[in-house]
């Protein structure tokens, strides 16, 4: 029994998927999409099939569905020796899709139809597999016939049944459940025929171990004490348990693990952190994990951490609603992988993407008009992000409308905002991803970096950014005089958390046949702990691209320049140490301002004999960054928006001060 039970795969998963992605089958005619997809909207089964996953989530691991005669179906849940057996009778479903294993134990989707079970094939009449391909997506054309993608919604082949004949929805339900009502006890299912089903809410945690146990090679693993015993779990070496019985923290890391992880972590609601990782340097315990990462790892992806870190894991997608995505970025620790593993990948999409309608390739969107002066032009564009993430409301959306925001959020930019014209470029990438390592992906504005553990330095190609921008708006005129850069921000696509940060870059590219100058700020695609994506926006976008602020690193003990005076430092950093003489001079002398004190600290650009006006600042690195520019720096902002929203405007230290209303910051007791 339990043998069977861990190489099938979680319902939670299976049917949540239906929603998520594409591919091409069946008949192997491909037919055209109709207007009008009604994938979301399937007779309200998406909010059902969402349900259904909070439902299985409860049970957690593997709930096999078997598919009987006359329209029998039985649910089998780990843990339950009797199965669920479920008869339509009334309102038959047309369509039951479920998995089964093909020849070679492989998992792969069936579909039910008359009677009869078929097998969901590709172009070359082989069976889909779960685990590796795109899942389908579900859908019926103008004559109610049923048809499947499997190209994330590109192209449709229709599904016929064994008879060769089209299968056609009938009636209102067109799957196996009407209705699940959920609380916090129990799972009430109600069938097509109004039969009624309760299920008990209790997670199967020792099957989903146990389950790990096999299908990880457990009998070879460093440390199993108690595994696979009579013994309660909480004593089953390496599974920490709370009062109640629910395991808080699965540590398995650097233990001879071995295989594909078994999607079984929605079992484990409780668990705040699940170690799978190795430590980075070889030993005979290494774990040596691969294969794609299930999807049930995002059931409860607000409260549980990864570390999947030094495995040789196949690039895996996780699609998650818009909520989820800054905390999923943040909770998944799978970088760096094995040496020899560079082309992995970790990607987390919008749950939207690949269902509605897309952004077209070198399009343009104006998310914010300037209200005052002469409206200043800022971009955000994306890269490798690939046609189903630029969907309405999907993936490229969230993270264009996170940055916008970001840039935004602080002093003085949330003063400075009116002044500002905001556009969203859209320009789908070939491939989904970046190029990292020796593993290059065909993006849009070819973003690489070749050694993201030695630092963040990257390259990409400046001219397409420029032809993007021209093609998506038409030609809209940018600054051509020369010292007014047209300021980008770039997200490329990396959940790479762990690597290495973001950078700022200045090149002239030609834009409508002349050299422009613009500065491109790079953001990787994912959130921190403390809000890290935004602070890091501020710091490249913000400070370097729009307010021509340079770095506030290093101590006394950095390396010297050996010329410094030869260098045109930022407005916030200067080689002389009085701050009595020095740029900010005026700052040091004004009371107003002695809450931020301003002085001549060593350290500029990472030279001790280069000084900055404060300690610490988001302009700062490491511990000394804090969420917020100094007075020099936001003057340097404030003078630069000005000088580009007016014509012959001139800086007045006095009005800036009236602007900036400087006031220490206070703390509620």
Not at 221 to 231: D, F, I, P, Q, V
Request: with cysteine.
């Amino acid at each position: 029994m339990r043998r069977y039970l861990y190489i099938t795969v979680a319902i939670a998963t299976i049917v949540a998927a239906l929603f998520t992605y594409g591919s091409s089958l069946a008949d192997n005619s491909s037919v055209n999409k109709p207007a009008g997809n009604n994938q979301p909207q399937l007779n309200n089964d998406v909010t059902i099939i969402r349900d259904f996953q909070a439902m299985i989530a409860g049970y957690g691991f593997a709930a096999a569905i078997k598919t009987g005669s006359n329209n029998s179906h039985d649910i089998t849940l780990t843990g339950r020796t009797k199965p669920h057996n479920i008869t339509c009778t009334n309102q038959i479903a047309s369509l039951i899709v479920f998995v089964d294993k093909a020849k070679g134990k492989k998992l792969c989707w069936k579909y039910h139809a008359n009677g009869k079970d078929l097998w969901l094939t590709d172009s070359n009449k082989q069976p889909v597999e779960v685990l590796t391909s795109p899942t389908p997506i579900f859908d019926t054309d103008a004559e109610n016939r049923w048809q499947v993608s499997l190209d994330k919604g590109k192209t449709y082949t229709h599904l016929l049944d064994a008879t060769g004949k089209h299968i056609v929805q009938q009636g209102k339900h067109s799957g196996l459940f009407k209705e699940i009502n959920i609380t916090k006890a129990n799972v009430t299912l109600t069938l097509a025929n109004n039969k009624k089903i309760k299920l008990s809410r209790t997670p199967d945690q020792r099957g989903a171990l146990e389950a790990l146990y096999y299908a990880l090679d457990g009998d070879n693993w460093a440390r199993k004490k108690n595994w696979l015993s009579g013994e309660n779990i909480r004593t089953w070496q390496g599974i920490t348990c709370d009062d109640e019985g629910y395991i808080t923290k699965i540590n398995l890391r650097i233990n001879c693990l071995k295989g594909v992880l078994p999607d079984v972590f929605a079992a484990f609601p409780r668990c705040k952190r699940i170690l799978l990782n190795n430590g980075g340097r070889e030993s005979e315990n290494d774990n040596y994990l691969t294969g794609v990462l299930p999807q049930s790892m995002t059931t409860y992806i607000e409260t549980t951490e990864f570390d999947l870190r030094y495995n040789d894991f196949e690039t895996t997608s996780f699609a998650v609603p818009e909520e989820k995505i800054d905390i999923a970025t943040n909770n998944f620790k799978p970088y760096p992988a094995s040496s020899a593993n560079y082309d992995f990948r970790l990607f987390i999409d919008s749950d939207v993407d690949g269902t509605g309608e897309i952004h077209e390739h070198l399009s343009c969107y104006q998310y914010q008009k300037a209200t005052e002066g002469k409206g200043i032009d800022i971009y955000f564009i994306g890269d490798g992000f690939d046609a189903a993430h630029h969907t309405k409301g999907g993936t490229v959306d969230y993270w264009y409308k996170k940055a916008a925001e970001a840039t935004f959020a602080i002093e003085p930019m949330n003063k400075l905002r009116k002044y500002y014209n905001v556009f969203f470029i859209y320009a789908h990438s070939e491939e989904r991803g970046v190029s990292l390592f020796n593993n290059p992906r065909k993006s849009m504005y070819r973003y690489w970096q070749k050694n993201p553990t030695r630092g963040s330095g990257a390259q990409f190609r400046s001219q397409n950014v420029a032809t993007a921008i021209e093609k998506a708006t038409g030609g809209r005129p940018l600054p051509m005089d020369g010292s007014n850069r047209v300021s980008i921000s770039m997200i490329f696509n990396s959940t790479n958390n762990g690597l290495y940060a973001g950078m700022m870059y200045s090149r002239r590219p030609m834009y409508k046949g002349e050299k422009t100058p613009i500065a491109v700020a790079l953001n990787p695609a994912r959130e921190t702990k403390n809000g890290g994506f935004a602070t890091l926006l501020q710091h490249e976008f913000v400070g370097h691209a729009i307010g021509g602020i340079h770095d506030e690193y290093g101590t006394e003990k950095s390396k010297k320049h050996p010329n410094p005076t030869t260098i045109k430092w930022g407005p916030n950093l200067d080689t002389i140490a009085d701050p009595t003489k020095c740029k900010w001079a005026q700052f040091y002398n004004d009371p107003r301002y002695a809450h931020e004190k301003i002085g001549c600290y060593p350290g500029g650009r990472n030279f001790s004999n280069v000084y900055r006006p404060t300690e610490k600042s988001i302009i700062n690195g490491g511990r000394k960054r804090t969420k917020e520019f100094n007075a020099p720096s936001r003057a340097s902002i404030y003078r630069r928006t000005m000088q580009r929203a007016f014509d012959n405007w001139t800086f007045d230290y006095e009005e800036f001060v009236k602007f900036d209303d400087p006031k220490p910051k206070t703390t509620e007791k």
